[in-house]
Nanobody, 121 residues
């Protein structure tokens, strides 16, 4: 089993920045891909950023150039740096982990509890 604990959400004005953290514990050696999903009210959950065990990253078009995913292996932590936030970024952000990239895209096996990000105009 893998446990994911997120932190760093909050309220920020448009144009501002936030950094989300996701600390993993448990059987982390089984994890080969991690990412950040978000879900806004009335919308489907979407994957906004991902990072593989090899360090490859990928972003949704809506956040490309503004968000950066990174990890610190020594801390078992993945970060999401969010810059130039706008009101459309308002959502609950979830950290996810999976045994493979394919599973991360289709059905991650592990989820964090979610953290609210609210961007005011």
């Amino acid at each position: 089993q893998v446990q994911l604990v997120e932190s760093g959400g909050g309220l920020v004005q448009a144009g501002g920045s936030l950094r989300l953290s996701c600390e993993a514990s448990g059987s982390i050696s089984t994890i080969n891909a991690m990412g950040w999903y978000r879900q806004a009210p009335g919308k489907q959950r979407e994957l906004v950023a991902r990072i593989t065990g090899g360090g490859s990253t990928n972003y949704a078009d809506s956040v490309k150039g503004r968000f950066t995913i990174s990890r610190v292996n020594a801390k078992n932590t993945v970060y999401l740096q969010m810059n130039s936030l706008n009101v459309e970024d308002t959502a609950v952000y979830y950290c996810a982990a999976a045994r493979s990239l394919l599973l991360l895209l289709r059905k991650p096996g592990y989820w964090g509890q979610g953290t609210q990000v609210t961007v005011s105009s």
